[in-house]
Every structure is written in structure tokens, then in C-alpha cells.
């Protein structure tokens, strides 16, 4: 939970603060989307190996093709920011002291800036599928709302709790039916 926390909490930074504006904050933003995000694809992926065959779905199959999206999120995790130094490497060649840019084609290091891009891109669709390989086993979670009146006056009797939606999931009501 604390992987998925970050990734929020990342994406909520990084859209609060343009790279143009307040890199520093940007990055630390980006790490903690793109960082928390990769080591929450890998605990899910081992998780899934461990629990084998749940919610009717063949875990073991998700599980590879979660770890599949986990190594490649590492990879483009690990190349954006190999990337990202060279092309600033490249800017600050002919300018030490070259502040981050609105990259213009023109500019030293552009080039190597979008493949740096592309590698951020792949990440981030690859986080927002990863999510909806959930799609399978949570569509058969059902809840049940349950509606719980008690008497204000004081009187001894017992709260009554009655169900408003009743659905049923493949292994019983999720909250206990009473009359």
C-alpha cells in the first residue's frame, strides 16, 4: 500500500509543480510516482506467485504478466534517467551554468531529452495498465451495503440492521444478513 501511496502522492507533486518552474520538487515528485510505482508492480507480481489460484482467475498467469510490466517499468525507470544526464550533460556542454529549458529543438541535447521523454511515457502507460490487469478479479468483489437504525430514546433495544443491497459474490455475502 505504501508503493501505491507514493505513486498518488508523486503524481499529485508532479502536476503541482511544472519541471519549468520548480524542478527539484518536479523530480522529487516524478522518483516518488515513477520509484513507488515500480516497487509496487513487483510486490503485487510476487504477492500474486504466492497466492497461487484466487477469485476464480489464474493468479499464476496475472503474476507473470504483472512481473513482465515490473521489469519493463524498471528498465524505463532506469533509462529515462540515464537519458535525462546525458542530455543535460549535452546542454550544459557549451554552458556550464545552463539552467533547464523549455527544450527547443534547436538546443544542444534535445534529441536525447525526447528519448528520455519517451521512456517516462512508456512508464506511466505501463503503471496505468498494470492497474487494469486488476480488472479480472475485482469485478467479481461485490459489496453489500448494510443500513443500521437505532432508537434515540433511550430505551434498551438492540440496533436492527437490515440489508438495502444483498449481492452475492462467488464465496458469500461480504457483511452478514440479519432480519
Do not use: C
Not at 528498465?75 to 534517467?81: A, E, G, K, W
Not at 534535445?110 to 506511466?124: D, K, P
Not at 480488472?135 to 453489500?144: A, D, Y
Amino acid at each position: 500500500s505504501s508503493g501505491i501511496n507514493a505513486e498518488y502522492g508523486g503524481m499529485m507533486v508532479v502536476g503541482a509543480f511544472q519541471e519549468t518552474n520548480v524542478l527539484s520538487v518536479h523530480v522529487i515528485g516524478a522518483m516518488m510516482a515513477f520509484f513507488g510505482g515500480t516497487v509496487y508492480m513487483f510486490l503485487i507480481a510476487s504477492l500474486g506467485f504466492m497466492r497461487g489460484v484466487d477469485f476464480g482467475v489464474n493468479e499464476a498467469r496475472y503474476s507473470r504478466t504483472r512481473l513482465g510490466m515490473a521489469v519493463l517499468s524498471l528498465i524505463s525507470f532506469i533509462l529515462m534517467h540515464v537519458f535525462t544526464f546525458l542530455s543535460l550533460k549535452a546542454l550544459r556542454s557549451e554552458d556550464p551554468k545552463a539552467e533547464v529549458p523549455k527544450w527547443k529543438p534547436n538546443q544542444k541535447g534535445y534529441n536525447i531529452h525526447v528519448v528520455a521523454t519517451v521512456f517516462e511515457w512508456i512508464m506511466a502507460l505501463d503503471l496505468l495498465a498494470f492497474l487494469m490487469t486488476f480488472s479480472q478479479e475485482l469485478h467479481l468483489i461485490q459489496l453489500q451495503v448494510a443500513l443500521v437504525r437505532q432508537s434515540l430514546s433511550g430505551g434498551s433495544e438492540s440496533p436492527t440492521v437490515s440489508a438495502v443491497s444483498t449481492p452475492q459474490s462467488r464465496s458469500g455475502p461480504l457483511l452478514p444478513q440479519h432480519a
